[in-house]
């Protein structure tokens, strides 16, 4: 089986973004569900710029929910 080329570098950007997590939520001595809240909220945020982008392509600055 054949792996497409982006397969590996993202394995192993996966790989170094959990030690770098893991290495903030000691850091900043937090709780497990304190740290997925943090995780949730970041991806809440890009989850969102990406839905307005998508559908005002042209003013993504607008809210998804305004027609």
């Given at each position: 089986?054949?792996?497409?080329?982006?397969?590996?570098?993202v394995?192993?950007?996966?790989?170094?973004?959990?030690?770098?997590?893991?290495?903030?939520?000691?850091?900043?001595?937090?709780?497990?569900?304190?740290?997925l809240?943090?995780?949730?909220?970041?991806?809440?945020?890009?989850?969102?710029?990406?839905l307005?982008?998508?559908?005002?392509?042209?003013?993504?600055?607008?809210?998804?929910?305004?027609?």
């Open positions: 089986m054949r792996l497409h080329p982006r397969t590996l570098p394995q192993s950007a996966g790989a170094e973004l959990k030690a770098q997590l893991i290495a903030f939520q000691i850091e900043h001595d937090l709780t497990n569900v304190e740290m809240g943090l995780l949730q909220d970041a991806a809440s945020d890009v989850t969102r710029r990406l307005r982008a998508e559908r005002h392509p042209n003013d993504p600055e607008r809210k998804a929910d305004e027609a």
